[in-house]
């Protein structure tokens, strides 16, 4: 990693002055959300409407299974809860006309309880029927596809965030004392051959032992809406003199 070569002048008058030249860094634009949409069940795949490069909006569906048995268990689940519901109610009429023993009563009311326990297990397996999406963004990567019999956790999507995008550099360790958070610099993009403001947002806590590097992050200022993750560029980034 080259860092600013600084030349120490000495004047005729006697007076010395450092001049730094700046070294441009190599960065790259990564996407600050990014996920692997997996299967949570193992059930036929009816819809997967999105394909690599659609754009979604923030709660569309991307992926819908065929659930037909698992909305007959919740049926047949909620059927059990309302039964035993009626139950442990007609119990407590009962406990109040002194018809009814307090054990009987007691245990209408476990056999309720253990009824909604189960009808929320069945819910929570139809909840996983359909995948919608986490936040807004674009397919980058189609595991998947309708009709396919999909076995647990198996992998469906890759999807990634367009909102927001971070700038990934690395720069040698010693850099580390002289960058600062909110710390302005431009970002020349090479696939839109246009250079953009950022600011450092953070920097890594640790340092690579091999390399003596460490990574700093950025963020965008204004209008990135040109700029897709995976793209690269340089960035003018200087380390303050201390």
């Excluded at 990634?160 to 720069?171: A, F, M, T, W, Y």
């Excluded at 250079?195 to 990135?224: C, H, L, M, W």
Aim: proline share 3%; aromatic share 6%; glycine share 6%.
């Amino acid at each position: 990693m080259n860092s600013p070569r600084c030349l120490q002048l000495v004047l005729l008058l006697g007076l010395s002055i450092s001049v730094c030249i700046n070294a441009q860094v190599r960065g790259q634009v990564k996407a600050a959300q990014q996920s692997l949409i997996s299967s949570e069940i193992q059930a036929k795949i009816v819809s997967m409407p999105y394909g690599e490069g659609d754009y979604f909006e923030e709660g569309s569906l991307l992926v819908a299974f065929d659930c037909t048995l698992q909305l007959a268990e919740y049926d047949v689940a909620k059927a059990d809860e309302r039964s035993s519901l009626l139950q442990f109610e007609n119990n407590q009429r009962l406990a109040k006309l002194n018809a009814t023993s307090n054990l009987e009563l007691e245990l209408s009311e476990v056999e309720y309880e253990k009824a909604k326990a189960i009808a929320r297990t069945q819910n929570a397996h139809v909840k996983r029927c359909k995948i919608v999406a986490p936040y807004a963004g674009t397919v980058s990567e189609k595991l998947g596809n309708e009709y396919e019999i999909a076995s647990y956790t198996q992998e469906l999507l890759r999807i990634v965030g367009n909102d927001v995008k971070d700038i990934e550099l690395i720069v040698a360790s010693d850099w580390v004392s002289g960058i600062e958070i909110g710390q302005q610099f431009n970002f020349s993009v090479e696939e839109t051959a246009k250079s953009y403001p950022a600011k450092v947002s953070r920097i890594a806590p640790t340092v690579d032992t091999v390399s003596q590097t460490v990574k700093i992050y950025a963020n965008f200022e204004g209008d990135a809406a040109q700029i897709i993750p995976g793209m690269s560029g340089t960035a003018d980034l200087t380390p303050q003199q201390q």
